[in-house]
Structure formats: C-alpha cells, structure tokens
C-alpha cells in the first residue's frame, strides 16, 4: 500500500497539483499581461537575432528589456544586443545615423520629439530593419509600435512606418485615495501601496508603465481630483518620486492633485485666496520642494469649486485667478496646470448642462500659457451618451484638452462588456462648426502644432489580477491611449488591433468578436438611457436604475430634473422655448439639434420634451419606441452571449469562462434596467407594453426597495 501510494498515486496527484497550478497561473498570466501577450509565433523571424541598441541610457534599457521578453516568448530565441555590423535590428537616434541613410533622417526630421521612423533598409549589404527617432522615447515608442505590427503578422519583415502623436499631454487620472479605495474604481483596491513606497517598488508599477508606454500615454495623475493634501507633504512626495523614478525609462510623468486648500491645511496659512502673497509664496516654494523630490514633475490637475471641492470662489476669486497662481509658480520648472471645467453649482438654477460653459467661457484667453482647461466629453456627467460638450471650440483663445471617463462609474462598473472608444471616437467625429465646417472635436482639442494640447481618461485599473475587473475592460484602457496618441483613429481598428494582440488572430474571431464590441457601447445606451434620456442611476454609487429618485438635497441631483417624466411626456427642453441650452453651441448645431425634423432619435429627449403619443419616424408613438428600444438593447445582450460562445474554440478556456460569466450579469442587469425605467415610466404614460416588449418581472414597488450598501466605487458604509 504504502509503495502503491509512494510511486504511482504520490506523483500522480502531484502532476495533477503542478497542471492545476499551471492552469491557474497561466490564466494569470494571459489576463494580467493586457495586450503585450507576445504569443508563440508559428512562424519564425530572425528580426531579433542581433540588434544593434545603446543600452546605456534608461530608457533604452527598458527597450532592451522588452525585446528579450517579446523575442524570447515569440520566436523562442534571446536576442544578441551589440554594436556590430551585422545587425538586423537597428535602433538609434537619427544624430547617430550614418550620413548614408539621409532618406531616412529626412523623413525622421520632419516628425515631432516624440515621433519615430520605422524602416527596412539595405546595410551592408543585408536587409536590415531600422528604428530612428529624434531621442530615446521616440525608439521605445517606435519599439513598441514595431511589436504591435509582429504580434498582428509575426512573419513581417518590410517596413515603412512613421508616425509621431498628435496631442501632447496622454494622461491617466486615477481617482485612487490615499487609504486605498478608488473613487468610481470596479476593480479592486488602488494599485499604489503608499504604506510600502518608497522603498517597495511593485513589479506591477512597471508592468502597468510598460503597458502604457506601449499606447503612448506619458502622463499619470496619481490620486483622486478629491483631493488629500496629504499628498504634498514631503512624507507622500518621497514616495511619489519612487513612482516617478519607476515610471521616468517608459516616458511617463507624474501629475499630483492640487487641493486648493492645501496653504491651510498643511501650511498652516489662515487663507488659501490665489491673490494673497503668502498664499503665492506658499505655492512657489511647494511647488520648488516637489521638483526637488521629481525633478520632471509633470504639474497639477485642479478640481475647484465643484462638488464641495475648495477654490477661488471660495475667496470671491474666479477660475483664471486660481488656475494662473498655480500657473506662475510651475512655470519656472516648465509644469503645467490642469485646470477642470467640471463645475456646477448648488446656487445656480439654470439648466446644468449650460453651467460649465457660462462659468468658464468669459475668461478665454486669460489663462496662462501652461494652463489646459481639461473638459469632460459632455456636459452633463460621463452618460452613455451625451452631445460634445458645447466649450469645445466655444474658447478658441484657451488650450482645452478632452477628459474621458474610462473607469464605467454609468456603463455597468466592470461587469458589462462596453468598448468605449466607439463612444471616444463618437465625440471626437462631431463637427463642432466652431470655426466653419469640419472644425470637428479631434480637431479642436490638436490645437495648434507645437502648442499644449491633451487628453485625459479616468482610469479603470485596480488590484483585480486582471487590472481592470472585466477582460474586455483591458480595450477601454487600450483604446483611450490609441485615441490620446490619434485623435483620427477609428475605433474598428483598435478593436481589431486589440483583439489580435490580446486574444487570437484568426481573422473569423475577430471579425465576429469586433462586432460585438462596437455595438456594444450602442447596446448600453438602449437598455440604460435610450432615445437621450440621461442620468437616470440610483443614488451614490450609481449602480442600477433610479429615475424615480426625487428626494436629493439638490435639485440636479435627482434624476427626475433631467427626464422631467409627468402625464404630458418626457424629456428635457433645451430648446428655446426650454433652458435653451442649444444657444451654446453654433448656429448650425443649433438648429439641428433644435429641429424635430432633423434631430437625431438618440438625442430626441436631451433637448426635447415630447409628449408620450409623440409619432415618432417609424410612424410608432414615443412610449412604444421607449419599450422597443429597451427591449433591442436586452436582445442585443442575448446576441452577444450567443456570439461569444462562438467564439469557445479560438480562446483559452479561463478568458472564455471569466467574459461569459460576465455576460450572464450584464444580460441580468440589463433586464433590470428596462423593467425598473419602463415600470417607472408606466406611471405618467398610463400605456400598455408595447407588444416588442418582453414584461416586467416584478412592480415598481420592487425595483424601488433594491438597496445596495456595499456597492463599489465609494466609500463604503461600515
Ligand atoms: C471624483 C462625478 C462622480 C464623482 C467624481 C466627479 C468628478 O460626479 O460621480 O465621483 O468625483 O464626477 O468628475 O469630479
């Protein structure tokens, strides 16, 4: 017996432990590895055999790094790194190109700091593939673009790429507080160990540099716009310099939120009023202390007098007073301020859409040179859908750069599948008509070349061994910094180019699987808020339906002030005859929005108040559109179970399982949705369901009584 259990049972349970282990790690490691998988090729390449790479400089080290990670696990060979003749790989910045390959430096010059030339050109004789650039971040980004192109077709050799990005500042802002918990965060804990730091440098702080790198975001805002002054005090700043230190080799700088109050809170100052001298002085000399901790500190990222948030106002003061104070003590060590547009105010009875506007646009041209004003995609609050913000193109004298919401605080947390960049490029694409026609958001926010321009995305990245909670969460991430570098890209081809890096090549799988993804974002919006309908979430944490909600302290706090449902109909009138919103925009806008006969359905009740027999283009009334379009967005969740079980054979097993579990709770949710605003909507329509509509489970009673105390993404209520 005992020798039975000795040779045979023994090793065989201890296999079984080792594939089990294997499994589990190798799931891991396929989830946390984001879209830098490097999958075994089944074709060879000798493109890394020898590369010809200065590693002495950090940076280029950090490419070094990269390339054994990628060839080794690609082509299963270590590449030989040397300065000899016979290379083929050559990365070196153009003033070290021998004069021979002036072609090539002439096409390089004319490219940005950041821009690179990836060329295959004949040396010595042998065909060689060449990555130059202006300095060592252009050739890491030129490396990883190059990586991009091998993990899509690992056979590929010929090369004629230059590329450089369009906005300068590419920046994550997390929303993480210093004790750990992250404002809107839905997967997991903050990744900043802030009690380890400095002396504890996570692998993962790197990891998460390389992934960013590798989409050209180049700056990081470390902690929550609700902001702790804590931050600034030299005990955090030696551990925000670790981080810095960390993140300098991939390119990316650190940004610290600037809670107004700071002078008073941790400096003991009686006022913190952006005019008074000791306050400037106060601000000069925290501003030369953090340079002495991070000596290429990016700068502040501002939220002032929103939400509760301390600012100017406060002291009687505006924006541009406190915006231009921050402005001038960064200036001498070439920081800049980003200073957010997110504002309305509780004493302010006008239309919240029209609120940040009215604040913010009588001061164009009064902010500091170093000052972006960072706007948020709509004017109203990261909705599934919303109109460009109408301050985009409103201040042509002002730099303003996009914030994008990538963590899905209105999109489903981490448990729905929503490729956002199809939402990204949506207002991105829209024509502002600001300066004639084709002066589209893109546009606007590029600026003028070589001025500051930029693109921020509230992060969705946690603890969760996946990094942002839902696989496909990975894309938003993606995504955001494919955008952030090109404001023109489309989001096809980021969907695309993700799956393949991230998944499987096999043109069926992604031609299928891509087709889920940019339907996705116009799924949520119908079984959410269809037809314009907004802001229509439960109380706080957002999570689940909540249009019956009327009992806030403030008014556009409930959701009831933005469908405004009663017996007449729905919808907010933001039209003339309304708040009048729509005057903000360009007459062209305007008018098209304005116009039942022109405005688009998904925006009708944005800027309509319609009643509920409104005939709507498909001859049907509103209230029968309503319940169809819930409906369409459930069935379109069906769909995308049904697709994704297609999809069984051409991925590995664990990412299969995890995104259909997934599904299952979005499918769930999403009924919920419709049945909670239908059955609330009921109420002023007194209609029937239409017949498309399958029936509410439970009454309206029901849906109300849901409580969720321990939603994510708040502080929780202990
Ligand atoms: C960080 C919304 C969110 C808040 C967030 C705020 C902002 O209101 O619900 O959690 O605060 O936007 O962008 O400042």
Known sequence: MNYFYKKLILPLFTVLLLCNSFTASAQITKDYDLWLQYQKSSVANDIFKNIALNTKDETNKAIQDELKTASERMFQYSPTFSNSGNATLIIKKFSELEPTQKNIINKANALNDEGFAIETIQNK???????????????????????????????????????????????????????????????????????????FIDKKYIDYARANASVGINGVALINVNSNALILTPQYLEKVSALAKAFRPYGIKVYLTARFSAPIEIGGLKTADPLNQEVQQWWNNKVNEIYKFIPDFGGFLVKANSEGQPGPQNYGRNHVDGANMMAKALQPHHGIVLWRAFVYSETDSSDRAKQAYSEFVPYDGKFEDNVLVQVKNGAIDFQPREPFHPMFGAMPKSKLMMEYQITQEYLGFSSHLVFLPKLYEEVLESDTYKQGKGSTVAKIIEGKPNELSGMAGVANIGSDLNWTGHPFAQANWYGFGRLAWNPELSSEKIAEEWLQQTFSKDSNFVKTISKIMLQSRESVVKYMTPLGLHHIMATNHHYGPGPWVNDLARPEWNPVYYHKADKNGIGFDRTATGSNALAQYSPEIAQYYGDLKTCPEEYLLWFHHLPWDYKMKNGKILWDNLGIKYQEGVNEVKNMITTWESAKPYIDAERHQEVAQLLTIQLKEAIWWKDACMTYFQTFSNLPFPKEMETPKHDLEYYKSLQFPFAPGIKPHW
């Open 125 to 199: 004789g042998k065909k060689t593939v060449l990555i130059t650039a202006k300095n060592s971040l252009g050739l890491l980004y030129g490396t990883f673009r190059l990586l991009r192109e091998l993990q899509i077709d690992p056979s590929k050799k010929h090369f004629s790429i230059a590329d450089e990005p369009k906005l300068k500042v590419r920046m994550l802002n997390h929303w993480d507080n210093l004790d750990g918990t992250v404002e809107r965060g839905y997967a997991g804990s903050s990744i900043w160990n802030w009690q380890k730091l400095p002396d």
